[in-house]
């Protein structure tokens, strides 16, 4: 059911999408890829501020740790996408400062390769 959220999402079918992946938060109230998917219908839509007010309500539900990770990066994402910058670097950093030492999981990577720093902290180890 989720990739089919997903090929919605990807499609910019917010209506399908919407009614996919609301079910799904349903059945995962605690898990990121319902709201991700719905940002993505919204974004895919050309409509940034609405994903990012979807990223940002689901944000207090979220428990800390790989799901709070990924719906903080795709959030840093979606406010670059309506054109606050300063907002989306700042959400990058604190999510990268606020994360336990050591972790790494797609939405740290995400939120390095946002920033252009190497995608895990054991590649930043060995770099010169």
Not at 59 to 83: I, K, N, S, W, Y
Request: proline share 6%.
């Amino acid at each position: 059911m989720t990739q089919v959220g997903f090929i919605a999402a990807g499609q910019a079918d917010v209506i399908r999408a919407e009614r996919i992946f609301g079910a799904l938060a349903r059945l995962r109230p605690a898990r990121a890829f319902a709201p991700v998917g719905r940002a993505m219908a919204l974004l895919n839509a050309g409509r940034a501020p609405e994903a990012v007010q979807a990223l940002q309500q689901a944000r207090p539900g979220m428990q800390a740790g790989e799901d709070a990770d990924t719906l903080a990066a795709f959030l840093a994402l979606a406010l670059q996408l309506d054109g606050r910058s300063s907002e989306s670097r700042r959400t990058l950093h604190f999510l990268l400062e606020t994360a336990a030492p050591g972790a790494d999981n797609d939405g740290l990577r995400l939120a390095r390769r946002m920033l252009g720093e190497p995608s895990s902290p054991s590649t930043a180890l060995a770099q010169p």
